[in-house]
């Protein structure tokens, strides 16, 4: 039940310029504007909006611009993977939502990755953190929405996450193994047979542990502890896997999260509305975990298409979704609305002419004009939007 009593269904303009934004991270142009807004509002019984939402799901600058953000999430910058390593490993996430690869293979292919990361560039993972400590803090907090931090060293003050969970989930992580980057940039991933990792608490080997399950069913000779967390981190026994993924989709398309921050979930952090999120939840896993299914249904909603000029009644309204929140446009989009709206095209070392700021693999070597705005180095998995413009209009 609403709190607030909601405001209508935005214009027209409002809509094209915000799924645009939203879902292709570009300003449309003056003649899509105007051919959507000159268009009826129903052709062969299908409204215009599902149809624009339908198309630009399809076109390439969407797969572009969510691997931008995925970019961010994974800290995919040279530092780490290397010069050529940074492009293959874009490639491959431009190319996963490209084909709207399932998220749950998504997951299973970056976890269980190794051999070359040239040849298979989802072994770069693995050289996005340090040690099992950083994988597992890393992967907890991407895909299970969990900030382990505080229990490295005492259990966590707030929540129920011990200290012997902490080196538990990292277990996972500590027979993996990296040679040193050759002279091209490229190392080899592998796992070792036998390995463990200490929780300094007890000072015996930590054994491996799995959130709301306990100790891990690892069989006799299965040396790759990576196959269980990943079996188990997409299976039906852990309910935050398709949680934490649609809670992110809807975040990233309004705003603000249903639970937000969108990788803070805890007892203490609870939804705005959990049976929004529960239906969300459900319907991730009934499609085959389709993010295009889920990101469809969000921006066909009539949540999503509520206009952004408040009212009398909402106006003070935050986490109940009455009405649209006007929206930071980050630093790539504001250079390329601003190359759009100029025609002198931004130019980048190396990248081909017509390379888009929402297409750079990478923070380093990008113009100081996307850093003053806000564009993250990607030290960690958040961004910052610190320096950004309001998009009055979005």
């Not at 989709?249 to 509305?273: H, K, M, Q, T, Y």
């Not at 003070?316 to 649209?324: E, G, K, L, P, V």
């Not at 996307?370 to 960690?380: A, D, H, I, Q, S």
């Amino acid at each position: 039940q609403l709190k607030y009593l909601p405001s209508e269904r935005c214009g027209d303009y409002e809509f094209i310029r915000r799924v645009y934004l939203d879902v292709l991270g570009v300003l449309p142009t003056i003649k899509e504007v105007e051919t959507f807004v000159a268009a009826a509002p129903q052709t062969d019984e299908v409204d215009k909006r599902t149809r624009l939402i339908d198309e630009v799901l399809e076109r390439p600058e969407y797969a572009s611009f969510w691997a931008l953000k995925w970019g961010d999430l994974l800290r995919l910058t040279r530092i780490q993977v290397g010069d050529e390593g940074v492009y293959k490993y874009h490639r491959w996430l431009r190319n996963a939502f490209a084909a709207n690869m399932p998220y749950d293979r998504f997951v299973r292919e970056l976890l269980t990755a190794g051999g070359s990361t040239f040849v298979n560039p989802t072994a770069n993972y693995f050289r996005g953190a340090n040690g099992p400590l950083g994988l597992m803090e890393s992967t907890t907090q991407v895909f299970l929405g969990a900030r382990l931090q505080c229990a490295k060293c005492h259990n966590h003050p707030y929540e129920r996450w011990t200290q012997a969970n902490y080196y538990g989930i990292a277990a996972f992580f500590n027979r993996i193994q990296r040679t040193k980057p050759d002279k091209s940039g490229n190392l080899v991933v592998w796992v070792a047979r036998q390995g463990e990792l200490n929780d300094p608490n007890s000072g015996q080997p930590a054994v491996p542990w799995l959130p709301m399950t306990g100790p891990a069913p690892i069989k006799d000779g299965e040396a790759d502890r990576r196959v269980v967390l990943a079996r188990w981190l997409v299976g039906e026994d852990n309910p935050l896997f398709a949680r934490v993924e649609v809670n992110r989709l809807w975040a990233w398309v309004w705003g603000r999260g249903i639970i937000e921050p969108a990788d803070d979930f805890r007892a203490s952090n609870p939804p705005a509305n959990p049976e929004l999120r529960n239906w969300l939840e459900a319907e991730f896993r009934r499609s085959g975990f389709d993010r295009r299914h889920i990101l469809r249904l969000i921006l066909a909603s009539r949540t999503y298409q509520r206009d952004s000029l408040a009212t009398g009644e909402n106006r003070r309204d935050t986490d109940s979704f009455s009405h649209a929140l006007v929206r930071r446009m980050t630093a790539e989009q504001i250079l390329d609305a601003i190359c759009q709206v100029t025609g002198v095209p931004e130019t980048y070392g190396g990248l081909p002419p017509g390379t888009r700021a929402t297409q750079l693999p990478s923070p380093e070597g990008t113009p100081v004009f996307l850093r003053v705005f806000g564009k993250p180095k990607r030290e960690t998995s958040c961004r910052s939007e610190e320096h950004t413009l309001n998009s009055s209009h979005w």
